[in-house]
């Protein structure tokens, strides 16, 4: 089945400790992004990765980092959480020469900073 | 830059009642236009698309008309039924070469449909 998956799906963490969400699409897409939805502000996209290597920040990047070493994987890395980073977090991929494809989702990580 | 404004939620309604939801947008030239879905506890998926004004998206029930006149996809559906609560997103993608694939979102429409 053609699918992005993200794990974990809920996390509680503190303020500082370093974090990894991982997501994985099997799809052989070229394009991967990461997106943070919240309540009255939709969905805004922190980072995305046109192939490997290939990595540029979205609209709102600060305070995450991402990597592209391998086409399947495209990892978010909190490296000092914060409560205002506490969201629902979306991976989603998409082949690059598609603009009318759309995205594929992931199911979603809900993260919780105390 | 790129935009998608939406009616703001949340939108009540009974079983089998019309409903319909506002998406204007901005962009230049000719950008792809999405419905997405959002059910309780998942993922975004794909519910509609368009990719030339004048085309009809549809799919479950739900149609959406590309309205490049009035920069325009609003989504409709006949008779609702109470699966269909849940969140809606417009959106839209101006491609690779002019925003490298990006998704532009709109702010989300709860709907809630009751027996």
């Known amino acids: 089945e053609a699918q992005v998956t993200q794990n974990p799906r809920y996390l509680i963490t503190v303020t500082g400790k370093k974090l990894t969400v991982t997501c994985s699409q099997n799809?052989?897409?070229?394009?991967m992004s990461w997106y943070r939805q919240d309540p009255g502000l939709g969905l805004r996209q922190i980072y995305y990765?046109?192939?490997?290597?290939?990595?540029d920040k979205g609209d709102v990047p600060e305070g995450y980092k991402v990597s592209r070493k391998e086409k399947r994987n495209f990892p978010l890395i909190l490296e000092s959480p914060s409560p205002n980073q506490t969201s629902l977090y979306f991976c989603?991929?998409?082949?690059?020469?598609?603009?009318?494809?759309?995205?594929?989702f992931g199911s979603g990580t809900r993260l919780t900073v105390v | 830059g790129n935009s998608v404004t939406q009616m703001e939620g949340p939108v009540t309604l009974s079983e089998e009642a019309f409903l319909t939801i506002n998406c204007t947008y901005t962009?230049?030239?000719?950008?792809?236009l999405f419905w997405y879905v959002q059910y309780p506890g998942e993922g975004l998926q794909l519910l509609l698309k368009?990719?030339?004004?004048?085309d009809k998206g549809s799919n479950k029930g739900f149609e959406a008309t590309y309205r490049k006149e009035t920069t325009s996809f609003h989504l409709e559906k006949g008779s609702v039924q109470v699966s269909d609560s849940a969140v809606y997103f417009c959106?839209?993608?101006?491609?690779?070469?002019?925003?490298?694939?990006?998704?532009?979102f709109g702010g989300g429409t709860r709907v809630l449909v009751k027996p």
């Open positions: 989603a991929s998409s082949p690059m020469d598609r603009g009318d494809y759309g995205y594929t």
């Open positions: 799809m052989n897409h070229e394009y």
């Open positions: 990765s046109m192939n490997v290597e290939v990595t």
């Open positions: 962009a230049t030239g000719y950008p792809s």
């Open positions: 368009a990719t030339k004004a004048d």
């Open positions: 959106a839209l993608s101006k491609g690779i070469r002019a925003a490298g694939n990006k998704l532009t």
